[in-house]
Nanobody, 118 residues
Framework: QGQLVESGGGLVQPGGSLRLSCTAS????????LNWYRQVAGKAREAIAAVTKPAVTWYEDSVEGRFTISKDVAKNMMFLDMANLGPEDTAVYYCNARRLGLGGYDYWGQGTQVTVSS
């Protein structure tokens, strides 16, 4: 059973930046896709960024141009660099590693709170 652990959340002022990290106990090169999700209180969890095995990235419209997803396969880590943060980015952020097909898996971190407020 794989484990993912997020870190780097906290309180940041509007317009500020933050880097979230996710450390995996699995070989992240085995994942078909690595994702970052976020969940605002009272709302459904939503995908905001993804990077596939061949390093193709995808971003949800509201974070495109402000957030950057990356991975370090040597360290089994993934990152979410967030810039120009606004109050609407306040949420619990989750990392996810997913492998499809036979032998597949779907691992989640426990979440890290990001609060954007002055």
């Amino acid at each position: 059973q794989g484990q993912l652990v997020e870190s780097g959340g906290g309180l940041v002022q509007p317009g500020g930046s933050l880097r979230l990290s996710c450390t995996a106990s699995i070989d992240i090169e085995s994942a078909d896709v690595l994702n970052w999700y976020r969940q605002v209180a009272g709302k459904a969890r939503e995908a905001i960024a993804a990077v596939t095995k061949p390093a193709v990235t995808w971003y949800e419209d509201s974070v495109e141009g402000r957030f950057t997803i990356s991975k370090d396969v040597a360290k089994n880590m993934m990152f979410l660099d967030m810039a120009n943060l606004g109050p609407e980015d306040t949420a619990v952020y989750y990392c996810n590693a997913r492998r499809l097909g036979l032998g597949g898996y779907d691992y989640w971190g426990q979440g890290t709170q990001v609060t954007v407020s002055s």
